[in-house]
């Protein structure tokens, strides 16, 4: 099992980083370089524990789709996403939030498993990690963006912080 472990700092209340991390609709934003749209399940607004929602999008030159479903979820310190269906063998993205004086911590813990064996273990080793890595890093910079500005006003709905 291959795992991804960052830490980022968001100068920005946790309630509104833990709202933005779970939002479809900045999900989208994140990742319109891969085209990723939502084609079942939660299509707008944030997901909440037990609900899922199925991805599609273009990554290594094939149109996949991933299904994944919140199966934890305590408000604003965590919450989990699990694939339920896609390519992986297992995939599990645990998303934390801590707040501290200047801002909020946000801590991504994933954890995948390539089909395949040795072939997948490799592919794991020379590029899909730092794939993955790539896409969750911009993820958060994305998060940072709206959390530490007034664009989270647009993402989320009047009563959340």
Known sequence: ????????LIAAPV??????SRSINLHKISTAHTH????????????NEGETVTWQAKHLYKER??????????????FTDE???GDFK??????HFKQIE???IMIDLLKFESPFGIIGKLFNHF???NYLRQLLLTRNEVIREYAETKKWVSILPPSAS
């Open 1 to 8: 099992m291959v795992s991804i472990h960052l830490t980022t």
């Open 127 to 129: 590029y899909l990690k």
């Open 36 to 47: 990723e749209k939502v084609v079942d399940g939660v299509m707008n607004g944030l997901i």
């Open 90 to 95: 297992s995939f599990r993205h645990e998303h």
């Open 102 to 104: 200047n801002g909020t």
């Open 15 to 20: 309630d509104r980083v833990f709202d933005l």
């Open 65 to 78: 789709r991933f299904t994944s479903k919140i199966t934890a979820m305590q408000r604003p310190h965590h």
């Open 83 to 85: 694939m339920i269906k």
